[in-house]
């Protein structure tokens, strides 16, 4: 754009905008114009504003200054046409960023519309280099315009324009920072009431997933105190390890998205961690280790401590977004001595930190959860059937080739199975299926799903053919029964 700019004219024959500051002798025409006129001019407009060039003479404004340096006349009439309005604005730096208290020059960013190419932008990058040689501005931010859910430009006469008020008013102000956050703003953004009713259930799903975190954790009173409780991070379980680890990869990613202000990938990526590794996966796993262990045995914490830096990092994450919603969740979270627990504004992002980093771990899980939904098929489909209700009553048999990775994988990580798929018992057949109640699935397994063996334990609702009844008659497996003792 400015390559192929071979000019600009910075004069336009208006009655209105900026004036000009030149003034002609009546008698000989020649103009007058000097360092000393410009800043008598600058003085009344800092006091009246440029209407003073209309409401006074020529010599009320120049007083001494009204004589002409070519033939000493002092009758004078005034420029009329005005500055190119686009000069206007593109000095307004001058103002802003060298009077302008707790403000420096050059700016971080200048934001606005994408029809400003040849506008603002252009016209404040040339004033600046010309008169201090370099751009105004460290970073330029563009964006679209508006429009309704149908790609059509808002006005009054359609009746498709939606007030932010309006938005405010039903759905909360962070919602519709939300929608903000979530649009690729540098081309046309559409709004709609049904864009913000689903965007609503995200802004849901979020706020559900920080309220479970803080559940799990308690107060610091009655259970969960970072201060005292927190394990180190190389201590975790593997799972925990693999969700913190989850986190840190979003951490990385999050920060670049702010310094980059791609505040969309923001969006989706901390929706999908919410959604997909926390909901779908670890809190999912991890309800049986936080509900049925000992209070303060060391898995419970483990993964307690996994999902405090998981709750404290996505508040601070969030902040900029749904500032509302985070300063909310901040009030109720226990905090490290090291926080400032007034504000969550007063605290730093998270960082990417090295020693949240396990490859190994986290390849191992991703690897197994990516047959997990082959397995909540199956018991989905036996739970239609009336094969089971819950999960925990099910025991699970995968029939598959011995020799195919993914019954390798199983293999290798035979004690984590139960766990990962939510089931009581899980056997591994390398035989061929006999009976018609099994699934196939796309990796070359198949799953069956029958009744687990045993009897039911009244506290973790886990099968187990080796649970003692209390004094009650009620049955508790040797786990629950070492958690009451």
Same mark, same amino acid.
């Given at each position: 754009m400015v390559k192929d700019r071979s000019d600009w004219c910075i004069s336009r024959q208006r009655k209105w905008g900026v004036p000009i500051p030149i003034f002609y002798c009546e008698d000989c025409k020649k103009p007058l114009i000097n360092e000393e006129t410009i800043k008598r001019i600058a003085k009344l407009f800092d006091i009246e504003g440029s209407a003073g060039w209309y409401t006074h003479t020529p010599e009320e404004?120049?007083?001494?200054?009204?004589?002409? =340096?070519?033939?000493?006349?002092?009758?004078?009439? #005034? +420029?009329?046409?005005?500055?190119?309005? %686009?000069? *206007?604005?593109?000095?307004?730096?001058?103002?802003?960023?060298?009077?302008?208290?707790?403000?420096?020059?050059?700016?971080?960013?200048?934001?606005?519309?994408?029809?400003?190419?040849?506008? %603002?932008?252009? /016209?404040?990058?040339?004033?600046?280099? @010309?008169?201090?040689?370099?751009?105004?501005?460290?970073?330029?931010?563009?964006?679209?315009?508006?429009?309704?859910?149908?790609?059509?430009?808002?006005?009054?006469?359609?009746?498709?324009? &939606?007030?932010?008020?309006?938005?405010?008013?039903?759905?909360g102000a962070?919602?519709?920072?939300? %929608?903000?956050? /979530?649009?690729?703003?540098?081309?046309?953004?559409?709004?709609?009431?049904?864009?913000?009713?689903?965007?609503?259930?995200?802004?849901? =799903?979020?706020?559900?997933?920080?309220?479970?975190?803080?559940?799990?954790?308690?107060?610091? +009173?009655?259970?969960? *105190?970072?201060?005292?409780?927190?394990? =180190?991070?190389?201590?975790?379980?593997?799972?925990?390890? %693999?969700?913190?680890?989850?986190?840190?990869?979003?951490?990385?990613?999050?920060?670049? #998205?702010?310094?980059?202000?791609?505040?969309?990938?923001?969006?989706? *990526?901390?929706?999908?961690?919410?959604?997909?590794?926390?909901?779908?996966?670890?809190?999912? &796993?991890?309800?049986?280790?936080?509900?049925? +262990?000992? =209070?303060?045995?060391?898995?419970?914490?483990?993964?307690?401590? #996994?999902?405090?830096?998981? @709750?404290?990092?996505?508040?601070?994450?969030?902040?900029? &977004?749904?500032?509302?919603?985070?300063?909310?969740?901040?009030?109720? &979270?226990s905090h490290l001595d090291s926080e400032n627990a007034e504000s969550v504004f007063y605290n730093d992002m998270p960082t990417f930190d090295s020693k949240q980093c396990f490859d190994e771990v986290e390849e191992k899980y991703n690897a197994l959860f990516e047959h997990r939904d082959d397995v909540m098929k199956a018991l989905e489909i036996a739970r239609a059937n009336k094969v089971i209700g819950k999960s925990l009553e099910a025991k699970i048999t995968i029939y598959g080739d011995k020799k195919s990775e993914t019954m390798k994988l199983f293999e290798q990580n035979r004690s984590l199975l139960e766990t990962i798929f939510?089931?009581?018992?899980?056997?591994?057949?390398?035989?061929?299926p006999t009976h018609d109640v099994f699934n196939e699935t796309e990796s070359g397994i198949s799953v069956e799903v029958t009744q687990a063996n045993g009897e039911k334990c009244v506290r973790c609702w886990m099968y187990d053919q080796n649970t003692a009844s209390d004094e009650q008659g009620q049955h508790l497996c040797e786990r629950c029964k070492n958690a009451v003792r």
């Open positions: 404004i120049l007083g001494e200054l009204a004589v002409c =340096k070519e033939c000493g006349g002092h009758h004078f009439r #005034a +420029e009329q046409d005005i500055m190119d309005v %686009w000069f *206007d604005s593109g000095s307004s730096y001058a103002y802003v960023l060298d009077e302008m208290p707790d403000h420096r020059f050059p700016a971080d960013v200048y934001l606005e519309g994408n029809d400003q190419y040849r506008g %603002w932008f252009q /016209s404040s990058l040339l004033t600046s280099v @010309a008169t201090r040689g370099v751009a105004p501005y460290k970073t330029v931010i563009t964006h679209g315009m508006v429009v309704d859910g149908e790609g059509k430009k808002m006005s009054k006469s359609l009746g498709n324009g &939606i007030d932010p008020q309006d938005v405010i008013k039903t759905y962070d919602v519709l920072r939300l %929608w903000v956050s /979530s649009v690729e703003y540098t081309s046309d953004v559409r709004i709609s009431p049904d864009i913000l009713k689903q965007l609503s259930e995200i802004y849901r =799903k979020i706020r559900n997933t920080l309220r479970i975190l803080l559940a799990n954790l308690g107060s610091a +009173e009655n259970d969960f *105190d970072p201060n005292k409780d927190m394990l =180190k991070i190389i201590d975790l379980e593997d799972m925990d390890k %693999w969700a913190v680890a989850r986190l840190n990869r979003l951490v990385e990613r999050v920060r670049n #998205a702010y310094e980059n202000f791609q505040f969309h990938l923001i969006y989706h *990526d901390i929706h999908n961690y919410c959604s997909i590794d926390l909901s779908k996966l670890y809190i999912d &796993i991890t309800k049986d280790r936080l509900y049925c +262990e000992r =209070k303060d045995d060391k898995a419970r914490r483990s993964a307690q401590t #996994a999902m405090y830096i998981i @709750a404290n990092s996505l508040i601070r994450l969030l902040a900029p &977004i749904l500032s509302f919603t985070s300063e909310e969740v901040w009030d109720f &979270i939510i089931v009581s018992q899980v056997a591994l057949s390398y035989d061929k």
